[in-house]
């Protein structure tokens, strides 16, 4: 983990960027020469273990493996204890049989070996075989008590993501209106119904592990007989009391789920805004592009994007145009990136990177929150002596202006990744409103928030190492561009009679890429190698 760490840590310094005269930053290069070392190198021993491992006498020779024999066994109504005694006659194991072992075994086997025979009568008459060295434990076919260590962190999370558009809404609401004319204030209280027009999409996850796993064990093992499920979610345990056979089933499925939880996967994402030329206004064109399209059943890359991966005649495809989300087989930023700047100016948004679970949502935020007025009344007072107070009651809502991107993976044994995403970009500014608050309460000029929102929300499945692109979402600037004759249009007020202004729309799409990286044995080392060229390329040793 610390090595995760430090290479994440590292990378995030790396690529912040540089200035031309920069100094080579050693530091860094000689820490993630460090940490590279540090991954290939072995788990290494304590000191006096090692001594006393190399003070052990070596054996002469090395233990030959010996084969299991074979068997043919033919019992007929045999008692439990009297057949576990004569299977391990001439056998080079030792058995143990508890007293409470009891009952009739038939069976007719041929060619099978120790193993295998009594894992069969384990599976058929229910009894708790335990190997222990060259001793096995047979324990009779009844309720036993096993904890189990489970690795989990003990919380509850929540996730909620909500996209929303609405076209307009009716709100009623029914009023009783109280006033005081000596020394209090009018007031208004009552039901409000709002009726909103529109589509909205929530996706929402809980994830409560130990809850859900008592649920899912008292159900595998069921319940009476004095079954029973204990989870210690502080101490990581679970105790389970049932059958040998269901507690074997127990044991299965923790360390299947175990294995399942702990799955990683790296996600890299670029957000990039692309002002685009004079040609392009439908948004981007990706023809040329290496690509497999998420409509094409069967392909996965190697040919032209619309064109000679799916035929000039993909109706589809040229249908959708520029909008259309694909995977890019090769995971390589800098193709896509490349093709971007030959059709407009680029302008990188954000490149986060981060790290999550199986079924875990990971959210990026980078942006500020500023405050705005959302709600304003004036509450008048009047005393015995007719002199009116009047105060104002504003309230007050943080809106978030930046990039926020929450992403859900799900990983399977293949290394496929299924993926809930949901970027959003969104600009805040601030535009004054004036309200009239009727003859009494005079007039309110507010500055409130007027948001520009910029969302996508998906789910697609990607390949380990594609690269997801999300495009089409545009909008349109408006630049004003201005000439003037030189000299003559810098006079005061003069000037203008020499300049020239005309408002110019831009076409502005807003793409983005997404990278997932599913972790393995050597996910890391990978990553640090890749930090360590990224720097030696933007800092050459010695210049």
Not at 238 to 252: D, L, N
Not at 263 to 268: I, N, T
Not at 381 to 406: H, Q, R, Y
Request: net charge negative; hydrophobic share 35%.
């Amino acid at each position: 983990m610390k090595l995760h760490q430090c290479g994440l840590l590292v990378l995030a310094l790396t690529t912040v960027g540089c200035s031309y005269r920069h100094p080579e930053p050693k530091e860094a290069k000689e820490a993630l020469k460090e940490a590279r070392q540090a991954s290939l190198n072995s788990v290494k021993l304590p000191s006096a273990v090692q001594n006393e491992l190399l003070a052990m006498p070596k054996p002469e020779f090395a233990r030959t493996v010996v084969p299991e024999r074979l068997m043919k066994i033919a019992a007929q109504d045999v008692e439990a204890a009297n057949f576990f005694g004569s299977l391990f006659k001439g056998s080079r194991y030792s058995v143990a049989v508890h007293p409470g072992v009891s009952g009739l075994i038939t069976l007719e086997l041929k060619d099978v070996t120790l193993s295998e025979t009594l894992k069969t009568v384990a599976d058929m008459y229910g009894f708790d075989i335990q190997r222990r060295g060259n001793v096995y434990h047979v324990y009779p076919a009844g309720l036993r008590t096993e904890t189990i260590p489970v690795n989990y962190l003990m919380l509850s999370r929540k996730g909620l993501s909500r996209t929303a558009v609405a076209t307009g809404g009716m709100t009623s609401s029914d009023d009783e209106d109280s006033s005081n004319s000596s020394g209090s204030s009018s007031s208004s209280s009552g039901d409000s119904k709002t009726s909103t027009n529109g589509t909205k999409i929530e996706t929402e996850s809980e994830s409560n592990f130990w809850r859900e796993l008592q649920l899912a064990l008292q159900a595998l093992i069921g319940n009476g007989d004095g079954r029973s499920v204990i989870s210690s979610p502080q101490a990581g345990l679970v105790t389970v009391r049932a059958y040998p056979s269901e507690i074997k089933a127990v044991q299965a499925f923790l360390t299947q789920s175990e294995q399942h939880l702990k799955r990683q996967v790296v996600l890299e994402a670029r957000i990039l805004e692309v002002s685009l030329n004079e040609g392009y206004e439908q948004g981007v064109d990706w023809s040329g592009l290496s690509a497999s399209w998420d409509g094409g059943k069967g392909v996965t890359g190697g040919g032209t994007l619309g064109g000679g991966l799916f035929g000039t005649s993909n109706s589809v495809f040229n249908t959708i145009g520029g909008g259309a989300g694909f995977k890019i087989s090769d995971g390589n930023f800098n193709v896509a990136v490349s093709l971007l700047k030959t059709q407009g100016d680029v302008n990188t948004l954000s490149s986060p990177r981060v790290t999550a679970t199986n079924n875990q949502k990971a959210v990026i935020k980078v942006g500020t929150d500023e405050y705005f007025v959302t709600k304003a009344s004036t509450t008048i007072t009047t005393s015995s002596s007719g002199v009116s107070d009047k105060t104002p009651n504003v309230e007050l809502t943080p809106f978030f202006s930046g990039i926020a991107l929450d992403v859900t993976p799900q990983i399977d044994d293949q290394g496929r990744v299924l993926l809930h995403i949901h970027p959003s970009v969104i600009d805040t500014e601030e535009q004054k409103k004036s309200i009239d608050m009727g003859t009494s309460g005079g007039v309110l000029e507010l500055p409130l928030a007027r948001s520009s929102i910029r969302e996508s929300d998906t789910v697609v499945q990607a390949n380990n190492g594609d690269i997801i692109v999300i495009g089409g979402l545009m909008k349109t600037n408006q630049q004003e561009i201005v000439s003037k004759v030189p000299l003559l249009g810098d006079i005061p007020w003069f000037g203008e009679a020499f300049t020239n202004r005309n408002m110019k729309n831009q076409k502005v799409e807003l793409v983005i890429m997404l990278k997932p990286t599913v972790v393995e044995a050597d996910t890391w080392q990978r990553e640090l190698q890749r930090s360590s060229e990224l720097l030696e390329k933007w800092y050459p040793t010695g210049s």
